[in-house]
Nanobody, 119 residues
Framework: QAQVVESGGGSVQPGGSLRLSCAAS????????MGWYRQAPGKQRELVAS???????NYTDTVKGRLTISKDTDKNTVYLQMNSLKPEDTAVYYC?????????????WGQGTQVTVSS
């Protein structure tokens, strides 16, 4: 089974940028998709963006045009470039690696990284 480790969270002012990284290790060949969910206080966890092994991407509507997911296959790493950040983007961001195009019970999850957008 794959394991994932996130990095890159932090605090930024509205309109600022951050880049999150998620490195996968272990059984890499079993990964069909990687991506990010986020959970804000008092809210349900929601999909932010995902990318399949073939390179197809999916975004939730509220981040389209501001956040970009990409991957470096050689490094088994996925990136989330976050631009024009808004206070409502504040959440803990969790990376996943799944053998399907969406997380399943066999998905690996990271420990989460905090993103805070505040003036």
């Amino acid at each position: 089974q794959a394991q994932v480790v996130e990095s890159g969270g932090g605090s930024v002012q509205p309109g600022g940028s951050l880049r999150l990284s998620c490195a996968a290790s272990g059984t890499i060949f079993s990964i069909n998709a990687m991506g990010w969910y986020r959970q804000a206080p008092g809210k349900q966890r929601e999909l932010v963006a995902s990318i399949t092994a073939a390179g197809s991407t999916n975004y939730t509507d509220t981040v389209k045009g501001r956040l970009t997911i990409s991957k470096d296959t050689d490094k088994n790493t996925v990136y989330l470039q976050m631009n024009s950040l808004k206070p409502e983007d504040t959440a803990v961001y969790y990376c996943f690696a799944s053998p399907a195009t969406i997380p399943t019970i066999f998905a690996a999850w990271g420990q989460g990284t905090q993103v805070t957008v505040s003036s």
